[in-house]
């Protein structure tokens, strides 16, 4: 069933966020992921013996799919090129694409969507920080991992370092495999497709994409197994954190209105209502409504056989009424 917002989120939504604000803060925390991927690039052993350490539990555990997984796609090439491609453009276009669709079609959801997608993409930074790991690719060839995007670069634009560019390869940090963001992104694009695609397509793809991602990661040897767990983890605290920041944004949000009343009335994309309740003495440009009872009307406005009273229709000031315009004496009503 397709999900709709109701009028007045869906019109708070659109007066608050506007496309020249959400695009520099979506590159922004992209170009954090980016740079943070960079500077926690770690001591290589210690990320090789963080890497075996992971493949030794899951052995012991018996839950080393990655092994067999990575023997087929290195033998059918009709499965490991087609894998190598899903791994080094979905990630990035999807996932975009996504937001830009919540943000025209689904605005009601989309300020909270994209809050859970950035707090679980800085908590993945602190993973990779905390926990440099070498991925089963890099590994020695006696753990029996072979890099399939190296083996079918000749097919792609990548070369033998991760999804990189051939010649770009120092702009990538190879050891940042814990967790698996390519997951974890997957994850939050199904649940998205999931919960407001509105068709049976839809669900079937929310369903498909994070279980192919999945399977890929550990195939091409980008990630263990454990990684995509931790993956999934991590987008699971970023939801459950997910509120709290929004609370937080809000707060910040209100305390600049009150700080500086002027610029939140006047700045592009800013709520009339979140200014006006930040601001309790702002006055409104708006002109002044007659107010009788549960009646509003405009300057100069009538209601349906009013009788116009006072100067404006030249009585003395104390002159008092003598009927209401149905007929019925004054004293009668």
């Known amino acids: 069933m397709p999900h709709t917002e109701s009028p007045g989120t869906v019109a708070a ?18 170009g954090c992921y980016t740079a943070g991927r960079l500077l926690a690039r770690g001591d290589v052993s210690s990320a090789v013996d963080h890497g075996l350490a992971i493949l030794r539990i899951e052995k012991f555990l018996y839950i080393n799919a990655e092994h067999p997984l990575n023997r087929l796609f290195t033998h059918q090439a009709w499965l490991g090129v087609p894998a190598d491609f899903w791994y080094a453009s979905l990630h990035y276009v999807v996932t975009p694409v996504l937001l830009v ?37 890099l590994l020695s060839a006696s753990h029996g991992f072979v890099d399939t995007m190296a083996q079918y670069s000749s097919y792609g634009w990548w070369g033998g370092e991760a999804s990189a ?4 390869g120092g702009m990538t940090n190879q050891y940042a495999a814990m967790p ?12 998205m497709l999931w919960r407001h695609g509105g068709t049976r397509s839809a669900k079937v793809a929310g369903v498909v994409y994070p279980l192919v991602t999945t399977i890929v990661v550990m195939g091409t040897a980008n990630h263990y197994f454990l990684d995509a767990v931790a993956g999934v983890a991590v987008m699971g605290v970023g939801l459950l954190l997910t509120p709290l920041v929004l609370r937080a944004t809000d707060r ?26 930040a601001s309790p003495g702002a006055t409104s440009d708006a002109p002044a409504s007659i107010v ?3 009646c509003k009307t405009s300057p100069g406005e009538r209601l349906p056989r009013q009788r116009e009273t006072g100067f404006a229709s030249g009585a003395e000031p104390d002159a008092a009424p003598t009927d209401a315009g149905d007929g019925a004496p004054a004293a009668a009503r």
């Open 13 to 30: 939504s659109l007066t608050r966020l506007r496309w020249w604000t959400e695009l520099p803060l979506i590159l922004l925390v992209y």
């Open 101 to 137: 669709w919540l943000f025209r079609s689904r605005v009601g959801h989309y300020r909270a969507a994209r809050t859970w997608l950035m707090t679980s993409t800085f908590i993945g930074l602190i993973g990779f920080t905390l926990l440099p790991t070498c991925p089963p690719r």
């Open 165 to 168: 560019p051939r010649g770009m």
């Open 180 to 191: 698996s963001l390519h997951v974890g992104w997957a994850l939050w694009c199904g649940v």
């Open 252 to 277: 910040v949000q209100a305390r600049l209105a009150v700080r500086f009343p002027a610029l939140a009335k006047s700045a592009p994309g800013a709520s009339p209502t979140w200014a006006s309740a």
């Open 292 to 294: 009788s009872g549960e």
